[in-house]
T-cell receptor
Framework: QKEVEQNSGPLSVPEGAIASLNCTYS??????FFWYRQYSGKSPELIMS????GDKEDGRFTAQLNKASQYVSLLIRDSQPSDSATYLC??????????FGAGTRLTVKP | DVKVTQSSRYLVKRTGEKVFLECVQD?????MFWYRQDPGLGLRLIYF???????EKGDIPEGYSVSREKKERFSLILESASTNQTSMYLC??????????????FGAGSRLTVL
């Protein structure tokens, strides 16, 4: 079992719709969870972090964490073509060790 | 802004050559990481370092070694490059966010082709 698993996609949504990206992790001691966005040919950049159960909102982005289910998600409301990218889920098992999922490629169609 | 600089953007090497990939960060971060990224496999951790001269193996350390002689510099070494090491290599530096957890900033990447 991979430590961090994501649906590889591709996920396609129309402009203005909600995009839902999911991630599960295997190590129960994981404490910190992140979503990175990677545009084609570019490096990943941090868009959201979440550390406690529940929802965390930042503009059009909402991260959700359920530690009991070992599940993290990212919702993108009012999706825009500029949101088209690969979204990487990352899990910090301790303060020094960061593991990534394979990423979900999102396409937002105008 | 945190800056993570990787020394080479594109490299072409021959099988058996020794390859050095250098990474420098300017924010005094304790933690530094080397990942490789391949299509469909995401980012796989090769090695990370949490202090000068300290290193830990990641998921795929075989065929690689690292060096961290100074806090700002973390080098990835391929002792004898092989074709299956053709990949994009990403260096990252880990700063402490508000919660104390790692927040990574990545370099631009080094695309290595081994012929």
């Amino acid at each position: 079992q991979k430590e961090v698993e994501q649906n590889s996609g591709p996920l396609s949504v129309p402009e203005g719709a909600i995009a839902s990206l999911n991630c599960t992790y295997s190590d129960r001691v994981s404490q910190s969870f992140f979503w990175y966005r990677q545009y084609s040919g570019k490096s990943p950049e941090l868009i959201m972090s979440i550390y406690s159960n529940g929802d965390k909102e930042d503009g059009r982005f909402t991260a959700q964490l359920n530690k009991a289910s070992q599940y993290v998600s990212l919702l993108i409301r009012d999706s825009q073509p500029s949101d088209s990218a690969t979204y990487l889920c990352a899990v910090n098992r301790n303060n020094n060790d960061m593991r990534f999922g394979a990423g979900t490629r999102l396409t937002v169609k105008p | 802004d945190v800056k993570v600089t990787q020394s080479s953007r594109y490299l072409v090497k021959r099988t058996g050559e020794k390859v050095f990939l250098e990474c420098v960060q300017d924010m005094d971060h304790e933690n530094m990481f080397w990942y490789r990224q391949d299509p469909g496999l995401g980012l796989r951790l090769i090695y990370f370092s949490y202090d000068v001269k300290m290193k830990e193996k990641g998921d795929i350390p075989e065929g690689y070694s690292v060096s961290r002689e100074k806090k700002e510099r973390f080098s990835l070494i391929l002792e004898s490059a092989s074709t299956n090491q053709t990949s994009m290599y990403l260096c990252a530096s880990g700063g402490t966010g508000n919660s104390g957890a790692n927040v990574l900033t990545f370099g631009a990447g080094s695309r290595l082709t081994v012929l």
